[in-house]
């Protein structure tokens, strides 16, 4: 059991109850092939944002721990009065430079201890759903992929003899989004 997506399962089912397995085959074949073209559409279109946010990250956390002390030393040196955002930025800078890993630290066991919640309670996942679908750029694009995975995968079982109410039960376990399975 869990060998096989269910989709595939329930799809080859109902090629066998309705005389057409082949055809269910060739349809799970194009299907997973659909799937796959999508999923690496979608890495390679989030790749380059990313590794851009990370750098700009890098480069920002460099910034404020190495190069902006450096400027407030010098400036504190010569006792200059400085503007209120000037005094802020290295106030900033030196919390980042104090206690910036103990911010990552806590960042990082905040993340750990979500990815347990997310794994054990149904209610944290579909929180965490709802909030990714708010996200700008990321919510909508992320909500019409999983509608596209949701009217593929319902009429790639419909249309092999899948009954509707049992086709979209199944169709709600393969979304991607406990929540709108939920729905």
């Given at each position: 059991?869990?060998?096989?997506?269910?989709?595939?399962?329930?799809?080859?089912?109902?090629?066998?109850?309705g005389?057409?397995?082949?055809?269910?085959?060739?349809?799970?074949?194009?299907?997973?092939?659909?799937?796959?073209?999508?999923?690496?559409?979608?890495?390679?279109?989030?790749?380059?944002?990313?590794?851009?946010?990370?750098?700009?990250?890098?480069?920002?956390?460099?910034?404020?721990?190495?190069?902006?002390?450096?400027?407030?030393?010098?400036?504190?040196?010569?006792?200059?009065?400085?503007?209120?955002p000037?005094?802020?930025?290295?106030?900033?800078?030196?919390?980042?430079?104090?206690?910036?890993?103990?911010?990552?630290?806590?960042?990082?066991?905040?993340?750990?201890?979500?990815?347990?919640?997310?794994?054990?309670?149904?209610?944290?996942?579909?929180?965490?759903?709802?909030?990714?679908?708010?996200?700008?750029?990321?919510?909508?694009?992320t909500?019409l992929?999983?509608?596209?995975?949701?009217?593929?995968?319902?009429?790639?079982?419909?249309?092999?003899?899948?009954?509707?109410?049992?086709?979209?039960?199944?169709?709600?376990?393969?979304?991607?989004?406990p929540?709108?399975?939920?729905?």
């Open positions: 059991a869990g060998l096989f997506p269910p989709e595939l399962v329930q799809l080859i089912r109902a090629g066998e109850q005389g057409s397995l082949p055809e269910a085959f060739h349809q799970a074949r194009h299907h997973f092939e659909w799937q796959d073209r999508v999923s690496a559409e979608v890495q390679q279109a989030t790749l380059y944002p990313l590794l851009v946010l990370l750098v700009t990250g890098l480069f920002v956390g460099v910034l404020f721990t190495l190069v902006v002390p450096k400027f407030a030393g010098l400036l504190d040196a010569v006792k200059v009065p400085l503007p209120a000037t005094r802020w930025v290295f106030g900033i800078s030196g919390f980042a430079r104090d206690s910036g890993w103990k911010l990552m630290a806590a960042f990082g066991v905040g993340g750990l201890i979500a990815m347990g919640w997310r794994r054990r309670s149904l209610v944290f996942r579909c929180w965490l759903d709802r909030c990714r679908f708010r996200i700008p750029v990321v919510g909508p694009f909500r992929l999983v509608m596209t995975r949701f009217a593929h995968n319902l009429g790639l079982l419909y249309r092999n003899g899948l009954a509707l109410p049992t086709a979209l039960e199944l169709v709600s376990g393969v979304l991607g989004s929540w709108l399975a939920g729905i």
